[in-house]
């Protein structure tokens, strides 16, 4: 009997700037790191603002906090807010991705964030992931009319686990997006949208499946 699979043996996460990934995606990552073989890549290492020096050792801290090592963990040095200037180089970074790892699931952007930045990488991602799924994650402070229609129930573990890694941003300390309250807060709301206690969401911007034997 023949039926339809979705699944995700690799993934890989692409951020435009440190922290992206966490905020979308923490809790996700802490619920199948050593379970599925998982690629971050962060396009910006924000590197050029003397204020976040200490940005690139918080993020390999946060990522290690969800269980995935540095050896797993990219950070690119396209530079913030000219990603428009760079799209072919983005582009032809992604089709590398796309070569060396063929990922199962991309998880990138929303489309309905209006950072520049990020805008450009979920153009580009759906150019080079053309034959892949590829689902969007939000990051509250510059996401609007964000809605998730793809839903994934984790567990008090994994929403703490989450915590913990943003919690390693010394640099963002004090910022209401890192609000363990505004963080729990989303993940029960998108919880209670598919009736789970707690859940990571994403928006559809491509789907991919199989009909197998």
Same mark, same amino acid.
């Given at each position: 009997?023949?039926?339809?699979?979705?699944?995700?043996?690799?993934?890989?996460?692409?951020?435009? %700037?440190? &922290?992206?990934?966490? =905020?979308?995606?923490? /809790? #996700?990552? @802490?619920?199948?790191?050593?379970?599925?073989?998982?690629?971050?890549?962060?396009?910006?290492?924000?590197?050029?603002?003397?204020?976040?020096?200490?940005?690139?050792?918080?993020?390999?801290?946060?990522?290690?906090?969800?269980?995935?090592?540095?050896?797993?963990?990219?950070?690119?040095?396209?530079?913030?807010?000219?990603?428009?200037?760079?799209?072919?180089?983005?582009?032809?970074?992604?089709?590398?991705?796309?070569?060396?790892?063929?990922?199962?699931?991309?998880?990138?952007?929303?489309?309905?964030?209006? %950072?520049? &930045?990020?805008?450009? =990488?979920?153009?580009? /991602? #759906?150019? @080079?992931?053309?034959?892949?799924?590829?689902?969007?994650?939000?990051?509250?402070?510059?996401?609007?009319?964000?809605?998730?229609?793809?839903?994934?129930?984790?567990?008090?573990?994994?929403?703490?686990?989450?915590?913990?890694?943003?919690?390693?941003?010394?640099?963002?300390?004090?910022?209401?997006?890192?609000?363990?309250?505004?963080?729990?807060?989303?993940?029960?709301?998108?919880?209670?949208?598919?009736?789970?206690?707690?859940?990571?969401?994403?928006?559809?911007?491509?789907?991919?499946?199989?009909?197998?034997?």
């Amino acid at each position: 009997m023949g039926g339809m699979q979705f699944y995700g043996k690799k993934l890989c996460f692409i951020g435009a %700037h440190p &922290d992206d990934i966490e =905020l979308g995606c923490g /809790a #996700l990552i @802490a619920r199948i790191a050593g379970k599925t073989d998982i690629r971050c890549v962060t396009f910006s290492n924000n590197q050029k603002n003397p204020a976040l020096q200490n940005l690139i050792p918080e993020h390999y801290a946060s990522m290690r906090s969800l269980g995935v090592p540095e050896s797993c963990v990219d950070v690119l040095d396209f530079e913030t807010r000219r990603f428009q200037e760079h799209r072919q180089e983005i582009l032809e970074a992604m089709i590398s991705i796309l070569r060396e790892d063929d990922p199962d699931i991309v998880f990138v952007h929303t489309k309905s964030d209006v %950072h520049q &930045d990020h805008g450009v =990488l979920t153009q580009e /991602a #759906l150019r @080079a992931f053309r034959g892949r799924t590829v689902l969007g994650f939000d990051v509250i402070r510059s996401s609007y009319g964000f809605f998730p229609d793809f839903l994934v129930g984790v567990e008090e573990a994994d929403v703490q686990k989450k915590l913990d890694a943003l919690a390693c941003y010394k640099t963002y300390e004090g910022k209401y997006y890192f609000s363990p309250e505004v963080t729990r807060a989303t993940l029960i709301r998108n919880g209670a949208i598919c009736e789970r206690p707690y859940a990571e969401g994403f928006d559809i911007l491509r789907i991919v499946a199989d009909f197998g034997k």
